[in-house]
């Protein structure tokens, strides 16, 4: 073996882990190659036009995009140098604390993993969307989202998250942190089919451009196929994807990390221990834990006339959801998404009876390509697949899809939910709408981390039990869905993973050289995860609505007349506060003071420890502007049925100035007559997702209601 294929390390793979694996090694001084299936893809060199032969997929000359279909999912990957950084949308973002299960460890928790994520943020030049600079205005399907978001009333459950994106100046070239060369976004919706203009931070232009500066040496057009013990250390033996009759290429180094993805990483790891049996301690772990993410992506086709959809970064909104689901709820995160015209200018050449089709589409639906987006969501599922070899040696997945059924389902749902509020046509994917089968462009999971060889097949820094040296730091080490994009968090993991690699090989406190420049980052979802989780809590048993007019007798003066609209957010916090709060608001007229003036305050339904029935106390202006309170009590003293009748429609009110000097009080009984309490008992409403759920949860309060004033 000559001494150019000898190296301190190999990295297998040029993505997200191995970039950083590549970048800090190298700045520690160690020799490095990175070996890459891929090629090297420039501005320009994107695929475009509509044939797969211009370099779309893998199987067809090496091109852009690997499918793989691996049984009961479909899993879509990146191929050439930075990997998937150079198709995926950018988004740089944080898993919520809060919807983090006991299967992530300590070392993977935001805790350990916050500075990292600050640090890879720094990296890869992080900022949310603003405004295209050649409009002035935020994206079309920005205002879109954020408008329709405002308008139910859940606006801080929407943010723009960070993109790894340079924005500015479109048309000038400057270099980044790094010193490559980049422009300003120019808002045409192309980053998942590669960025021509050169806008997109992918990992050649950061990391990469690092490691290659810092002496790592790039092999691209070579597919790891086994992997070898050998002489204290191990032997990387790679094919040539463009010349599958060549020799095959051989490596050797004490230390090897392997980066290839979640999917490609397992089967070469099951590979070396179950066919070649060049590594067979690996442990039984090993291909366990796998998960898709919780990746559903649906398309949406506006109906109106609209602005174009295309426009801007592929993702410009993050919308975080928490959906009842059943007895639980389920947590997941929805996100705008640009379909490049390229792409579907290419599935509309490929697809059948095209000329058929572009009629239908102007004539009968009268839209436009450009009215289309995507809607992809993203959760936490059960991430309790398999992956297993094939007969011909490639990764299957086994996966009990049973535990998922909530999450997809709750997905779906979300889809007619749209289609009425954008007036819009979504269409599921046939994939998924015939075959039950989902699509993932987040694999993580098979090669999950623990203290031992019989818990997990790594240890915390991604070292492999059994095999010193061989290291893993990609996606695969994740033990769970992320709930949101992973990019960042495989980032932040190998950085942590790495600085850990170096200091147990002789430098102590060793640390990456940029660490002097990085500050927080800010983090937007995060307060869309709280504002969730707070609304979660609140709503949790599903709420309550009605409306109640109550007035003072024929000529009684001073005369009254209040309407309210009553609200309970969730029927189990209303229960298990012994006030049992209603949240009141309508419009209050009293003869001498106001004529139609805004009313709000609190009711406290049968409260414990006291003797009325309601207790209620609300405010309003006067029409000099001054305030007022409406303090009053209805009393049941009997279970006699006219008494008990009386009792709950009789509000024994005074009206009094919130301050002395303001006024006189006024005394009177507000009733609720006849109509009124019709009217009262067919406002009742429940405010859940399901019908069967609203109708539940006006039985629970009906009961609470009729219990609590016999009681009374």
């Not at 109509?675 to 109708?695: C, I, K, M, N």
Request: net charge positive.
């Amino acid at each position: 073996m000559t001494d150019p294929d000898e190296a301190d390390a190999i990295v297998v793979g040029s993505g997200f882990g191995g970039a950083v694996a590549a970048a800090r090694l190298a700045q520690a001084g160690f020799s490095v190659i990175v070996v890459e299936r891929g090629r090297r893809w420039r501005p320009g060199d994107f695929p475009r036009r509509p044939r797969l032969e211009d370099g779309w997929l893998w199987e067809v000359g090496q091109g852009l995009y690997d499918i793989r279909w691996l049984g009961r999912m479909g899993s879509v990957h990146g191929a050439g140098w930075g990997g998937g950084s150079l198709v995926y949308a950018n988004v740089f973002a944080r898993p919520y604390e809060g919807a983090l299960d006991e299967s992530w460890p300590a070392h993977l928790r935001r805790e350990a993993l916050d500075p990292y994520y600050d640090l890879a943020a720094y990296m890869m030049g992080v900022a949310p969307v603003g405004d295209d600079p050649r409009t002035g205005q935020p994206p079309a399907r920005t205002k879109l989202v954020e408008r329709l978001i405002q308008e139910m009333t859940m606006s801080e459950a929407t943010v723009r998250p960070n993109l790894a994106v340079t924005f500015g100046d479109p048309d000038t070239w400057r270099p980044n942190a790094h010193g490559v060369s980049r422009r300003g976004c120019a808002f045409v919706g192309e980053c998942v089919i590669g960025c021509n203009h050169g806008a997109k931070n992918t990992l050649d232009t950061t990391y990469l451009a690092i490691a290659e500066r810092c002496g790592a040496r790039a092999v691209t057009d070579a597919e790891v196929r086994r992997i070898e013990t050998r002489d204290g250390g191990y032997a990387v033996i790679a094919s040539t994807p463009s010349d599958p009759d060549a020799a095959q290429r051989e490596w050797f180094a004490r230390r090897v990390v392997l980066a290839a993805g979640a999917v490609a990483t397992t089967e070469l790891l099951l590979r070396s221990r179950d066919v070649h049996r060049t590594l067979p301690d690996l442990s039984h772990q090993l291909g366990h834990g796998f998960s898709g993410n919780g990746d559903f992506l649906t398309l949406a086709e506006l109906r109106d006339n609209h602005d174009d959809m295309t426009t801007g970064p592929t993702i410009t909104t993050n919308t975080v959801l928490d959906v009842p689901e059943g007895r639980r709820s389920v947590w997941f995160q929805v996100q705008d998404g640009a379909f490049p015209p390229p792409l579907h200018t290419l599935f509309d050449t490929i697809l059948p009876a095209r000329a058929a089709r572009a009629w239908w589409r102007r004539k009968v639906r009268r839209t436009t390509p450009r009215h289309t987006f995507t809607v992809l969501a993203m959760g936490r599922d059960s991430g309790n697949g398999t992956l297993r070899l094939d007969r011909s040696g490639k990764a299957s997945l086994s996966w009990r899809n049973r535990w998922q059924g909530h999450l997809y389902r709750s997905q779906t749902r979300v889809g007619p939910l749209l289609a009425r509020l954008l007036h819009a046509r979504l269409y599921l994917p046939v994939t998924w709408s015939l075959l039950r089968r989902t699509v993932t462009v987040h694999a993580l999971g098979g090669v999950r981390p623990g203290r031992d060889i019989t818990t997990g097949v790594v240890d915390e820094a991604g070292e492999v039990h059994g095999y010193p040296g061989l290291f893993v730091v990609d996606g695969s080490v994740l033990p769970a869905a992320t709930g949101v994009n992973p990019s960042a968090t495989i980032l932040a993991a190998a950085e942590r993973s790495i600085e850990t690699v170096i200091r147990r090989s002789g430098r102590p406190g060793w640390r990456a050289p940029e660490w002097h420049s990085v500050s927080h980052t800010k983090v937007p979802e995060d307060a869309a995860f709280a504002f969730m989780a707070e609304r979660h809590a609140s709503t949790k048993g599903d709420g309550i609505v009605f409306t109640e007019r109550m007035s003072t007798h024929g000529n009684e003066h001073p005369r009254v007349v209040m309407t309210l609209r009553a609200e309970i957010p969730g029927l189990d916090r209303f229960l298990a506060d012994p006030a049992h709060p209603v949240s009141m608001r309508g419009v209050i007229e009293v003869e001498g003071l106001t004529s139609q003036a805004d009313v709000t305050g609190t009711l406290s339904l049968f409260p414990q420890g006291r003797q009325v029935a309601m207790s209620y106390t609300l405010r309003f202006h006067d029409v000099d502007g001054l305030p007022w309170q409406v303090r009053g009590v209805k009393t049941v003293r009997s279970r006699a049925p006219m008494a008990l009748l009386a009792g709950l429609t009789n509000l024994h009110t005074e009206i009094v100035p919130a301050h002395p000097a303001s006024g006189e009080g006024r005394r009177c009984v507000l009733s609720i007559g006849p109509r009124d309490l019709v009217r009262l008992g067919s406002s009742l409403t429940g405010t859940g997702f399901t019908r069967a759920r609203r109708l539940r949860v006006v039985l629970r309060f009906a009961a609470f209601f009729a219990a609590s004033a016999i009681r009374r």
